[in-house]
């Protein structure tokens, strides 16, 4: 992110940076709501919470949250990168709760001492929680470890809540016959939506507050609603266009985005979307179209002379690289 026109806007940090940073949670398009369900959800459910969002929709921020304002008496484990191995993720969950994961001879073996370690905190009235982003990258494998750590518990009480975090990928993944198990032991489902479009305006405007900006809106109607649309709601994506906007109108030397700044930052970011074909290049095909129904009629009922017929409609059309570039004639 730039920082290069913090001091032109007045701004006492960068407002869109893409590290997730609790200081910049925007509680609206039911960001708010969905925390504090899932902040109800760890203290008093027992099983696996699934959370499922689009890219760049705001899934770390989220945990994030989570992890910064935990209710009283949570322990939490977080794994960032799930990209393990079916044995290394039981290693990691101890080495978080300070386990020792070396086998010491004739000891017990890695998932037997965290198994030990769990039931010691619940004892003393702690509840311990997994949190796991991205694990629409985790195999079935180290799932179906996961699925057995829900497993542990005492007579009455889960020792392990876990919390998965994961693109539309993960549904997926545990839809597959040989995680049944697990998916019979997630106990709530949330799924985080873009931002609705009537919102946008309201994050950017959230955001550069928190960041020090006092004045009146900072992106004129024009840009606000590209932003909009080319961003889709990703909070990512916005906050990817609103930076190199923000950059573009400081280079201008004006004090308020406009349109063309967003168009530059969509170039940069190559975020532009395929050019529609023109309206000439439309009739044209659609003239090819009638021609061809014309020709394939006429022949039908004056087998002789098509030769010529088609030559003469041909004439008329334009040439093919005119209409579909790229294309060449047979």
């Not at 026109?5 to 893409?18: C, D, K, Q, T, V």
């Not at 629409?136 to 179906?144: F, P, W």
């Not at 699925?147 to 549904?171: A, C, M, W, Y």
């Not at 022949?299 to 040439?319: K, V, Y």
Request: proline fraction near 6%.
């Amino acid at each position: 992110m730039s920082t290069l026109y913090l001091r032109h806007f007045g701004l006492a940090e960068a407002p869109f940076a893409i590290t997730p940073n609790p200081h910049f949670f925007f509680a609206g398009g039911a960001r708010g709501e969905l925390l504090r369900a899932l902040r109800c959800a760890i203290t008093s459910e027992e099983g696996i919470i699934v959370v499922t969002g689009e890219v760049g929709s705001g899934k770390t921020m989220l945990c994030r949250m989570l992890l910064s304002d935990l209710p009283e008496g949570i322990d939490a484990i977080y794994l960032a990168n799930p990209a393990f191995a079916r044995d290394e993720i039981v290693s990691a969950i101890a080495r978080d709760l300070g386990v020792n994961t070396v086998p010491q001879p004739g000891g017990p073996t890695v998932i037997e001492a965290l198994q030990a370690e769990l039931v010691v905190r619940h004892a003393g009235g702690r509840r311990v929680v997994l949190f796991v982003d991205e694990a629409h990258a985790m195999g079935a494998d180290a799932l179906e470890e996961v699925r057995r750590l829900s497993n542990v518990e005492t007579s009455r009480h889960k020792l392990l809540n876990i919390v998965l975090f994961g693109q539309p990928e993960l549904d997926a993944l545990l839809a597959q016959p040989q995680l049944r198990q697990l998916r019979e032991r997630v106990v709530q489902r949330f799924v985080l939506p873009p931002l609705p479009g009537d919102q946008v305006a309201d994050y950017l405007n959230f955001r550069l507050r928190a960041a020090g900006w006092r004045g009146p809106a900072l992106f004129d109607r024009r840009a606000l609603n590209r932003l909009q649309r080319r961003s889709c709601g990703l909070t990512r994506r916005i906050n990817l266009l609103a930076d190199k906007a923000l950059l573009a109108c400081f280079a201008r030397g004006d004090s308020r985005v406009e349109v063309a700044d967003v168009r530059l930052a969509e170039r940069e970011l190559a975020l532009c979307l395929p050019r529609r074909r023109s309206y000439v290049q439309q009739a044209s095909v659609g003239l090819a179209t009638a021609a061809l129904v014309l020709y394939l009629g006429l022949s039908a009922l004056q087998p002789t002379g098509t030769e010529r017929l088609l030559s003469d409609l041909t004439a008329l059309l334009p040439p093919l690289d005119r209409v579909m570039p790229g294309a060449r004639p047979n």
